[in-house]
């Protein structure tokens, strides 16, 4: 686990970025595992601005979303799909046809995670997945209680992520109360792991996902076993494992 101090929120993005950027340098036609959530948004910001001066290219790249939510449609402004478009791919060259969010307007959810678990297996695995975190520790929307062992599946949103995702809706009522995503398997799956943290209102969960034991209750926490797990968080998400790093 290589866990990397930044001073605030920019700094934080643009450390992702660099190791993101990193890694396509390295290998132009890699795989990227996407998330969305507020935390990533600075880190494509900062991999649109590179792009845009020309020091990095996409056109190989292929990309695979950790998640979405069942029966919203990509045009809807609250699907991931949509967001990663209005956040990212309407910006950059990766082409349409490596793109890849699971199909949350599939109503039969064996279908659509069946069918995501091939995707990922037919582009040789994720190289580089690129995560946030809850504020209860789920990992995409792996939601504390979930077994380590799952791949791609159907979830129940739990009354704290609905409630947390209520902003991007008019109201609790239209939050989905399910989703598709890759489990915790697809996850560690993943060659490398790069995590993205700030703000205090994480402190805590960090705290127990870094050090403490490795639980389904805290499906963070299983990232403490990736061979390769890097995560980047700002001053206020470290300040209570200050002593420990
Ligand atoms: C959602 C996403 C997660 C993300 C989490 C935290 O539930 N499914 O992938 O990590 O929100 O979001 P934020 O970064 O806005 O705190």
Redesign the pocket.
């Known amino acids: 686990m290589k866990i990397v101090s930044a001073k605030d929120y920019n700094d934080m993005s643009r450390k992702a970025a660099n190791i993101i950027s990193a890694q396509v340098i390295m290998k132009p036609g890699c795989v990227l595992g996407l ?6 948004v600075g880190t494509y910001k900062q991999l649109i601005d590179w792009y845009n001066k020309g020091d990095i290219d996409f056109s190989e790249v292929t990309t695979i979303n ?2 979405e939510y069942r029966g919203l449609k990509r045009d809807h402004e609250q699907s991931y799909w949509y967001f990663m478009h209005d956040n990212f791919f309407n910006y950059v060259n990766v082409p349409e046809e490596n793109i890849h969010v699971p199909d949350g307007a599939n109503p039969d959810s064996d279908e659509a995670c069946r069918e995501y678990e091939e995707i990922i297996r037919k582009a040789g695995g994720i190289d580089l997945q690129l ?4 504020t209860d520790g ?4 792996n939601e504390p209680g979930e077994a380590f062992e799952l791949r791609t599946h159907c979830v129940d949103l739990t009354e704290s ?1 609905i409630k947390s ?1 209520t902003r991007f809706f008019g109201s609790e009522g239209e939050v989905p109360k399910q989703a598709y995503t890759m489990g915790i398997k697809s996850i560690m799956q993943a060659r490398k792991v790069l995590m993205v943290v700030n703000g205090e209102n994480k402190a805590d969960i960090v705290k127990a996902a870094l050090f403490g034991p490795v639980t389904p209750e805290v499906p963070a926490s299983i990232l403490q076993m990736h061979p390769d797990f890097t995560i980047v968080g700002d001053e206020a998400a470290f300040s209570k494992i200050k002593d420990l790093i």
Do not use: E, R, W
């Open positions: 998330a969305t959530g507020g935390t990533p950790l998640d995560l946030g975190i809850g789920h990992i995409g929307f992520t995702n």
